[in-house]
């Protein structure tokens, strides 16, 4: 892929075509992973009524260096919805994203956002509500906080019109972080450290979604330097 810098090597590859290899990861939210085609699908066992309640967040087990490009597979099944891209994720405080000391999370959006965690997060196919559907954007956002970053087009066709998965990939480098789909570049930021907080480093990546949106994931894999 030429937008992954020179150099950088796969660190991390799972296809996601079967229970066994989605294991190790941590549901928060009560949410359900299935593989009915040999992709990851995730959705929600709460009605979309419940609001916040329903939306789900799907952890990677690995942690992962500061540097890094993510690129997985996408298609959704059944919107409305959201779907989001964390990456960078860590605890408060130095600690772990998972460490035991810190509050439960449950899918809730404000959990993510000002609770005890930093994190980037790219929402890429935004669905929810009628403003999002009339004009489609990606928006970069850093959090401690809600920090909108960056904001660029959505290609991504309605479910009504997808016929396969895009190629999603997030890549940070250095103080950069940019994004695309199927090779094209939509967004390109880069955070001096200051105006939304100090410079993320390593942590991990997870799928978040707003129900009823049904989705599919596969072919994750990530690079480094």
Known sequence: ??????????????????????????????????????RLRLESVRGA???QKANVVFWCPEVF???LAVSWKFRPLREPGLAILFFAAAGSGGKDLFDPSLPVRT???????HGEMNAFHISYFRRMWEEERSFHTCNLRKSYGF????????P???????????RMLVVKHGP?????????PLLHWVDDGS?????????????????????????????AP
């Open 176 to 184: 950069a972080v940019t994004f695309a789909v199927d090779g094209l």
């Open 107 to 113: 899918g809730e959006y404000d959990q993510y956002h």
């Open 49 to 51: 009524e419940e609001g």
């Open 156 to 166: 991504l066709p309605d479910v009504a019109d997808m016929t396969r998965a895009y």
């Open 1 to 38: 892929m030429a937008l992954i810098p020179e150099g950088w090597r796969e660190i991390y590859r799972n296809p996601l075509e079967e229970p066994g290899q989605a294991a190790d990861f941590r549901m928060e939210g009560d949410g359900i992973a299935t593989f009915p085609l040999g």
């Open 147 to 154: 920090h909108l970053a960056a904001q660029g087009a959505d």
């Open 65 to 67: 260096p500061a540097e």
């Open 195 to 223: 105006s939304f907080g100090p410079l993320l480093a390593g942590g991990r990546i997870g799928f978040r979604q707003m129900a009823p949106l049904i989705a599919e994931y596969s072919d994750l894999t990530v690079y």
